[in-house]
């Protein structure tokens, strides 16, 4: 797998500017708390796709 550096390092620089930002303001705990909610929508997401949901119905004809 090959990574482009060149739009590694301009993600990485943007990430550490608005880290720099946030915490002079005094948002930077929200961005995480965000984050970390984010991340655990995605992780109920993924649990839920790879789950094995059985569907059972009653049809009488």
Known sequence: MSINLETFFIKLLIWLAIEI???????DNLADYSEF??????????????????????YSA
């Not at 930002?21 to 948002?27: D, E, M, P, S, W």
Request: aromatic letters at 4%.
């Open 21 to 27: 930002v946030l915490n002079l303001v005094g948002l």
């Open 37 to 58: 909610i984010f991340n655990q929508i995605e992780k109920q997401h993924s649990s839920l796709s790879h789950s094995n949901i059985t569907l059972v119905t009653t």
